[in-house]
T-cell receptor, first 116, second 113 residues
Framework: NAGVTQTPKFQVLKTGQSMTLQCAQD?????MYWYRQDPGMGLRLIYY???????DKGEVPNGYNVSRLNKREFSLRLESAAPSQTSVYFC???????????????FGAGSRLTVL | DAKTTQPTSMDCAEGRAANLPCNHS???????VYWYRQIHSQGPQYIIH???NNETNEMASLIITEDRKSSTLILPHATLRDTAVYYC??????????????FGQGTILTVHP
């Protein structure tokens, strides 16, 4: 059981280049999330997808776009990378329900992105 | 969601219990207390959660005060592999929360031999 898989694990970009971070989960979860973590900081939510076909902005969405390709996959795209986007990116998923007593997120191993 | 306050760092001797405190004085009645940890820049790992009763699982125990304004995560026999950043998160599950957790700075726990 792989859980949440992120690719690539490492990437170096030049300013202005574009790239897509891929995330896939095999737990049949309906909700997926993208977080970023800067050095010495906690995680900040970029975008989330409460269910297949929906996406919404989190705390720091500027400079990013997302696509919920299907129930399993949620990608994060940087159209024109900037040095401020140098960070570690984490994808997460959960089975969210409106009346759930609790929501436990499962995280991927992270994608470390450096923008020069 | 209610804010939390945690110490920046703590130390613990290997084999001893690690007690990590968290203050959440503005917690609402329908908000849960969650604990996650992050080992050396890996993805955060869920530990335990609770609403008002104390909880225990194979990893840890969670003690929530009767007024719910603070809680303590207990790792009963800390090992070197428990060295990590521990995040206390207060979160209202369900409704329109859509599972969005807010992570603070957490507590850096260092377990010494």
């Amino acid at each position: 059981n792989a859980g949440v898989t992120q690719t690539p694990k490492f990437q170096v970009l030049k300013t202005g280049q574009s790239m897509t971070l891929q995330c896939a989960q095999d737990m049949n979860h309906n909700s997926m999330y993208w977080y970023r973590q800067d050095p010495g900081m906690g995680l900040r939510l970029i975008y989330y997808s409460a269910s297949e076909g929906t996406t919404d902005k989190g705390e720091v969405p500027n400079g990013y776009n997302v696509s919920r390709l299907n129930k399993r996959e949620f990608s994060l795209r940087l159209e024109s990378a900037a040095p401020s986007q140098t960070s570690v990116y984490f994808c997460a998923s959960t089975q969210f329900t409106l009346h759930s007593g609790a929501n436990v997120l499962t995280f991927g191993a992270g994608s470390r992105l450096t923008v020069l | 969601d209610a804010k939390t306050t945690q110490p920046t760092s703590m130390d613990c001797a290997e084999g001893r219990a690690a007690n990590l405190p968290c203050n959440h004085s503005t917690i609402s009645g329908n908000e849960y207390v969650y604990w996650y940890r992050q080992i050396h820049s890996q993805g955060p790992q869920y530990i335990i959660h609770g609403l008002k009763n104390n909880e225990t699982n194979e990893m840890a125990s969670l003690i929530i005060t009767e007024d719910r304004k603070s809680s303590t995560l207990i790792l009963p026999h800390a090992t070197l592999r428990d060295t990590a950043v521990y995040y206390c998160i207060v979160f209202r599950a369900g409704g329109t929360s859509y599972g969005k957790l807010t992570f603070g700075q957490g507590t850096i726990l260092t377990v010494h031999p």
